[in-house]
């Protein structure tokens, strides 16, 4: 059993910093095998991929987030990651990390951004 769980969230000032990880557990499940990928909602709005990070380690950015959130990976510890800098309001939302693209099983609980002064 595949189990993601997300955490780093937090309420942060516009400018801010946060960063977030995704620990994978499972018997056979790990990172480097697969694209892994950053997603969000906010509330009312549906799901959208902010990043993902090929099996050859290259990361790849939503137009909205480029420049200002990198997302990394430890195979050793099977932990993705998602640094975010430079935080805006509509940056609020709840953050998952899931399988590029996702699998419907593999959803965690995610863990809550919230963005304001």
């Known amino acids: 059993q595949v189990q993601l769980v997300e955490s780093g969230g937090g309420l942060v000032q516009p400018g801010g910093s946060l960063r977030l990880s995704c620990a994978a557990s499972?018997?056979?499940?790990?990172?480097?095998?697969?694209?892994m990928g950053w997603y969000r909602q906010a509330p009312g709005k549906q799901r959208e991929l902010v990043a993902f990070?090929?099996?050859?380690?290259?990361?790849n950015y939503a137009d909205s987030v480029k420049g200002r959130f990198t997302i990394s990976r430890d195979n050793v510890k099977n932990t993705v990651y998602l640094q975010m800098n430079s935080l805006k309001a509509e940056d609020t939302a709840v953050y998952y990390c899931?399988?590029?693209?996702?699998?419907?099983?593999?959803w965690g609980q995610g863990t809550q951004v919230t963005v304001s002064s």
């Open positions: 990070i090929t099996r050859g380690g290259i990361g």
């Open positions: 899931n399988t590029n693209p996702p699998r419907d099983n593999y």
């Open positions: 499972g018997s056979i499940f790990s990172i480097s095998a697969m694209a």
